[in-house]
């Protein structure tokens, strides 16, 4: 089945600094890659994600960069906010073929953004 | 537009006991999907319901189990349950093929 693997599990920024976080996925047919953040007490939430027809996805200051041909794709958030200090998720997803995303989850990235 | 809603948001039980967790979904989204959250083993898909079927199914025992309602709304049973069963149980839903949308769960603790 599918693995994920992000790094780093932590990562500490200065306030205005940039921050990004790396994930690899093993299964080639995977074809859709969300990120989510995730608060203390909270679910998921969806930031960005991009299809594999794309190499690259901006909203703000958050971007996305997927390279196919080494499977690993990238989540940059420039300006870093103390609001931002939360923790990340990558996902990949296999189509069923009966048109369903099953995800599987890389382990998280724990980000603080230091005043 | 409201989100996904889980019920309830904490629940304690017992070994050996069993537990019923609820979900709706974002009005017009067809697709149901559960996941166990755990500090060890992370975000664990458990599986997926569209249209009252089971389209997708994790690696998980039988005693993990689920269904959906004509209205979309979903629940998931655990039966017999261990103290390995105590996470956070994430519902998301989706309108088929799309991106998922998560609740906030249903914290449970097993004693």
């Known amino acids: 089945g599918e693995n994920v693997e992000q790094h780093p599990s932590t990562l500490s920024v200065q306030e205005g600094d940039s921050a990004v976080i790396k994930c690899t996925y093993s299964d080639s047919a995977s074809n859709y890659f969300p990120w989510y953040k995730q608060e203390l007490g909270k679910g998921p939430q969806l930031i960005i994600d991009?299809?594999?027809?794309?190499g690259e996805k901006k909203d703000q200051r958050i971007a996305v960069t997927l390279n196919k041909t080494a499977k690993h794709f990238s989540l940059h958030i420039t300006e870093t906010q103390p609001e931002d200090s939360a923790v990340y998720f990558c996902?990949?997803?296999?189509?069923?073929?009966?048109?369903?995303?099953?995800?599987?989850f890389g382990k998280g990235t724990k980000l603080s953004v230091i005043p | 537009k409201a989100g996904v809603t889980q019920t309830p948001r904490y629940l304690i039980k017992t070994r050996g006991q069993q537990v019923t967790l609820s979900c709706s979904p974002i009005?017009?989204?067809?697709?149901v999907s559960w996941y166990q959250q755990t500090p060890g083993q992370g975000l664990q898909f458990l599986f997926e319901?569209?249209?009252?079927?089971?389209?997708n199914k994790g690696n998980f025992p039988g005693r993990f189990s689920g269904r959906q309602f004509s209205n979309s709304r979903s629940e998931m049973n655990v039966s017999t349950l261990e103290l390995g069963d105590s996470a956070l149980y994430l519902c998301a839903s989706s309108l088929g093929t799309g991106p998922q949308h998560f609740g906030d769960g249903t914290r449970l603790s097993i004693l």
């Open positions: 996902a990949a997803s296999i189509n069923s073929g009966a048109g369903s995303y099953q995800l599987t």
């Open positions: 009005s017009g989204h067809r697709s």
């Open positions: 319901y569209f249209s009252e079927t089971q389209r």
């Open positions: 991009i299809r594999s027809n794309v």
